[in-house]
């Protein structure tokens, strides 16, 4: 045997000795010691019980699981202003009948209802024919309500306005791991609210949004704003329609736009369907 077919006959058996044994890389975790977001087109997999953390509130959770907030804080008992303190269990489904019935220690039983007397009623008048109006419109005419400010669309009971200036470069993808929409924009532009509201999440908690914004318009819609470069507005805050509340910044692709999401009733919905046609 010559030299050379001896070394390699000792240096292959260390050789796989050392590759054998060298560690596996570890499961993707985020920096909040959470596993990280599904590929796209995976389902959110929803705990049953999930540990509050420090920067979480009742909406930033129930929109990271795609959850109605009010549900989640009908299955925990969690009354106005919905406030959660870390290290809290929060059921993420709803309890079992048994449970759900059982009056807390903090709630008296619930008294029995006695019907009232109903009142005399006048006879009403035939309710006029409502006029044509866009679908979007009509029932709130029809009941008195205002028309939507120029430059803005009402649906679902709120009027809509763009939140930046830019074209739609990524379009809603309802099997898209974030479904939203990505507006394209400089680095920098401002970025204001889509519609009257309150500020309910604002901060870097959410893996994949980046600086994000949520703001709730009534108890079904929330709006929700990410990649920003600055964060102009605090959880709590009061903000109208074409306020400024953050900066356009550069999204997880390295592009500058902002990612914007309507959610309804805690589901994801085409914003297209609710803004402003341009």
Known sequence: MSWRLMIGALVAPAWLLLTGCAPLAPAPVDQRGQRAEPAPGRAVVVPTVYQVRSGDTLYSIAFRYRLDWREVAAWNRIEEPFLIRPGQELRLSAPPP????RPSAESPAPRPAVPEPEPERSPEPAPAAPSRLPAETRSEAVSGGPAPPSGSRRVGGVDWRWPTAGAVTRPFDPAATRRGI???????????????????????ALIGYGELIIIKHSDTMLSAYGHNRVRLVEEGSAVRAGQPIAELGISDRNEELLHFEIRRNGQPVNPLDFLPRR
């Open 182 to 204: 990505g507006i394209a924009g400089a680095a920098g532009q401002s970025v204001v609210a889509a519609a009257d509201g309150q500020v309910v999440y604002s901060g870097t």
């Open 98 to 101: 048994a449970l759900a019935l």
